[in-house]
């Protein structure tokens, strides 16, 4: 176990900037009620969001001309939410009760269950442990989610982030309390939209699915195959591609370094970048394909699904994002949550907007209120979000 428990420490040591931003924002949040007092008082998320829900259930059904199923409200603390997204992960076959076990124990803080993990099915927590520390790094920038028909309002940022923002602007806080409040009010609508969005996306969302899941099948084949290579072939491998050097006693962590270098999504990007993204093949140098025979094969698999998880995620996102900026960019409580929360405006919001949101607003301009509809049940490949006239072109 000693192996796989320094490999535990150093992965809650990768999450460290978080843990302590997640302790701090507790504690500030504790000032913060103290310090006001019974002199403001923001609404509780729930009241706000319960409020709103069937209201924009209507508004966000009639903008798309899609059907919003409804969906219920849900208003998980820091560690539900993060096992939450253990499910958000897609995982492979059977490995999602594995994903579910470690998401529990990386949000516990449980360094032993993670280490037990580890050794119990070494490839899976190589393929696995990524998503770990992805979504749980970015847990107090997430507001909200969307899965299986339910609507997750983060409650841990979402009820202190106002009365930390109130607090940190000082005296006097009634009349400082009217902008902050409606900055509070302007998060919690957008992340309804945005969620309520997400949730009649139906068929493109059964693509992202599907595709991930494939992506991680394909990654755990590639974890499987790393973890057989003999010490000779990882030792020559290593020191080929210029891998930090590991002692001979930690073999586990030679194999791991390996099998993160040569993991497509790093590897392939790396070497060829984003673009990768477009390709439709892909060539290896010699020496390492000869050290692993399969791997080529590996990455010619992995590009057709990873390119379809990309394309239906980007639409995805889009979609939502362009619906905000059409329904709530002229919303005073919009504005005033790009103010206090974001310290920004419209202007600098929607130059900030991705690729996906740039397809989807293109779209629109030639097909209007079936835009929707059309990317949902026909979704965009990754060559068309690039350039939305090939995807116009498709569907004439």
Same mark, same amino acid.
């Given at each position: 176990?000693?192996?796989?428990?320094?490999?535990?420490?150093?992965?809650?040591?990768?999450?460290?900037?978080?843990?302590?931003?997640?302790?701090?924002? @507790? $504690?500030?949040?504790?000032? +913060?009620? =103290?310090? !006001? %007092?019974?002199? *403001?008082?923001?609404?509780? /998320? &729930?009241?706000?969001?319960?409020?709103?829900? @069937? $209201?924009?259930?209507?508004? +966000?059904? =009639?903008? !798309? %001309?899609?059907? *919003?199923?409804?969906?219920? /409200? &849900?208003?998980?603390?820091?560690?539900?939410?993060?096992?939450?997204?253990?499910?958000?992960?897609?995982?492979? %076959?059977?490995?999602?009760?594995?994903?579910?076990?470690?998401?529990?124990?990386?949000?516990?803080?449980?360094?032993?269950?993670?280490?037990?993990?580890?050794?119990?099915?070494?490839?899976?927590?190589?393929?696995?442990?990524?998503?770990?520390?992805?979504?749980?790094?970015?847990?107090?920038?997430?507001?909200?989610?969307?899965?299986?028909?339910?609507?997750?309002?983060?409650?841990?940022?979402?009820?202190?982030?106002?009365?930390?923002?109130?607090?940190?602007?000082?005296?006097?806080?009634?009349?400082?309390?009217?902008?902050?409040?409606?900055?509070?009010?302007?998060?919690?609508?957008?992340?309804?939209?945005?969620?309520?969005?997400?949730?009649?996306?139906?068929?493109?969302?059964?693509?992202?699915?599907?595709?991930?899941?494939?992506?991680?099948?394909?990654?755990?084949?590639?974890?499987?195959?790393?973890?057989?290579?003999?010490?000779?072939?990882?030792?020559?491998?290593?020191?080929?591609?210029?891998?930090?050097?590991?002692?001979?006693?930690?073999?586990?962590?030679?194999?791991?370094?390996?099998?993160?270098?040569?993991?497509?999504?790093?590897?392939?990007?790396?070497?060829?970048?984003?673009?990768?993204?477009?390709?439709?093949?892909?060539?290896?140098?010699?020496?390492?394909?000869?050290?692993?025979?399969?791997?080529?094969?590996?990455?010619?698999?992995?590009?057709?699904?990873?390119?379809?998880?990309?394309?239906?995620?980007?639409?995805?996102?889009?979609?939502?994002?362009?619906?905000?900026?059409?329904?709530?960019?002229?919303?005073?409580?919009?504005?005033?949550?790009?103010?206090?929360?974001?310290?920004?405006?419209?202007?600098?919001?929607?130059?900030?907007?991705?690729?996906?949101?740039?397809?989807?607003?293109?779209?629109?301009?030639?097909?209007?209120?079936?835009?929707?509809?059309?990317?949902?049940?026909?979704?965009?490949?990754?060559?068309?979000?690039?350039?939305?006239?090939?995807?116009?072109?498709?569907?004439?």
């Amino acid at each position: 176990m000693g192996e796989f428990n320094e490999f535990a420490e150093a992965l809650f040591g990768q999450l460290s900037v978080e843990i302590d931003e997640e302790k701090e924002i @507790a $504690e500030l949040g504790d000032r +913060a009620r =103290e310090g !006001l %007092g019974d002199r *403001v008082e923001f609404r509780k /998320l &729930e009241e706000v969001a319960g409020g709103i829900m @069937a $209201e924009y259930k209507n508004m +966000a059904q =009639e903008f !798309l %001309g899609v059907n *919003v199923p409804d969906s219920r /409200l &849900e208003f998980p603390e820091l560690v539900d939410l993060k096992r939450i997204k253990g499910q958000k992960v897609f995982a492979a %076959g059977g490995a999602g009760e594995f994903v579910a076990e470690l998401f529990d124990a990386v949000s516990c803080g449980d360094q032993k269950k993670v280490a037990e993990m580890m050794e119990k099915d070494t490839a899976k927590y190589l393929v696995y442990s990524t998503y770990a520390i992805q979504y749980i790094s970015k847990i107090t920038t997430t507001y909200g989610d969307y899965m299986d028909g339910v609507v997750y309002l983060n409650k841990f940022v979402l009820s202190r982030y106002p009365q930390i923002i109130l607090y940190k602007q000082g005296e006097p806080f009634e009349s400082r309390f009217k902008e902050v409040n409606s900055g509070y009010m302007g998060a919690v609508k957008m992340t309804v939209l945005e969620e309520l969005v997400h949730s009649a996306q139906g068929n493109l969302h059964s693509v992202n699915r599907r595709a991930a899941s494939e992506v991680n099948r394909i990654n755990e084949e590639l974890a499987g195959i790393i973890m057989s290579l003999d010490n000779s072939t990882v030792n020559s491998l290593s020191e080929y591609c210029q891998l930090q050097a590991v002692p001979d006693d930690f073999p586990f962590a030679k194999k791991a370094n390996l099998f993160f270098f040569l993991n497509p999504d790093h590897f392939l990007t790396e070497q060829i970048g984003p673009d990768v993204m477009t390709f439709t093949h892909v060539e290896i140098d010699p020496k390492i394909g000869q050290a692993v025979p399969e791997l080529l094969e590996i990455y010619k698999k992995w590009l057709v699904p990873i390119q379809q998880h990309h394309a239906a995620f980007t639409a995805m996102e889009g979609m939502a994002g362009f619906a905000i900026e059409e329904m709530l960019g002229n919303d005073p409580d919009f504005q005033s949550y790009l103010a206090t929360f974001m310290g920004t405006d419209m202007s600098s919001y929607q130059v900030r907007k991705g690729m996906g949101t740039g397809f989807v607003r293109t779209v629109h301009q030639d097909l209007g209120r079936d835009t929707f509809s059309k990317i949902i049940d026909i979704p965009p490949n990754t060559r068309e979000l690039k350039d939305a006239q090939l995807y116009l072109k498709k569907l004439r």
